[in-house]
């Protein structure tokens, strides 16, 4: 009995060595054929692990929204930010704001309670920008976007029923680190 449980641990360790081969050293297939490659076992309990959904008509896709136009704000693509913006403020604006520092880097919290008005439906997301000014002065800067979306109403389009940056409020600028 000692003897073939022995032998069981002398193949399980050497298939445990071949396992470890490295690739360049793993035999060829008999026919010159490259080897099959064996996927990455995290790899593939990575790709079978679902994606959650977001809503887009609930708050998760709100907030999408305005992370969407925060990522904007800090790779200075004023133009294309002040385009998701329904009412103001206009890529001149948006330069005098946000030019001027050499740092941003952008946070979005999560979205207030949605309110309804004239078949729309408003939610607000509040936004802290972290700007670094060309001294060196660290600031702080808070604002407040408010999204809308119109409800499902007949004769409404598809693009009326995704959440868009209504307006952008901007709070007056904290110094940071005095």
């Known amino acids: 009995m000692t003897h073939?449980?022995?032998?069981?641990?002398?193949l399980l360790l050497i298939g445990?060595?071949?396992a470890c081969q490295p690739a360049s050293q793993q035999q060829q297939p008999a026919n010159g054929a490259a080897p099959t490659p064996v996927p990455n076992a995290n790899a593939v309990q990575a790709a079978a692990?679902?994606?959650?959904?977001?809503?887009?008509?609930?708050p998760d896709a709100a907030?999408?929204?305005?992370?969407?136009y925060y990522a904007l704000i800090e790779a200075r693509h004023f133009d294309q930010a002040a385009d998701r913006i329904a009412a103001g403020p206009d890529a001149p604006a948006l330069q005098a704001r946000y030019g001027r520092f050499t740092g941003l880097k952008a946070g979005v919290g999560p979205?207030?309670?949605?309110?309804g008005a004239a078949g729309s439906i408003y939610i607000t997301v509040p936004a802290r920008i972290a700007a670094t000014g060309a001294d060196g002065t660290d600031m702080l800067l808070t604002e407040?976007?408010?999204l809308r979306r119109v409800n499902d109403v007949p004769g409404s389009t598809a693009e009326q029923?995704?959440?868009?940056i209504q307006s952008v409020a901007w709070d007056a600028p904290d110094k940071r680190g005095q």
């Open 161 to 164: 029923r995704r959440w868009h």
């Open 144 to 146: 407040t976007v408010t």
């Open 4 to 10: 073939i449980l022995q032998r069981i641990a002398s």
């Open 63 to 68: 907030v999408g929204v305005a992370r969407d």
């Open 111 to 115: 979205a207030g309670e949605s309110e």
């Open 16 to 18: 445990g060595l071949c």
């Open 49 to 58: 692990e679902p994606t959650p959904q977001i809503d887009p008509k609930g």
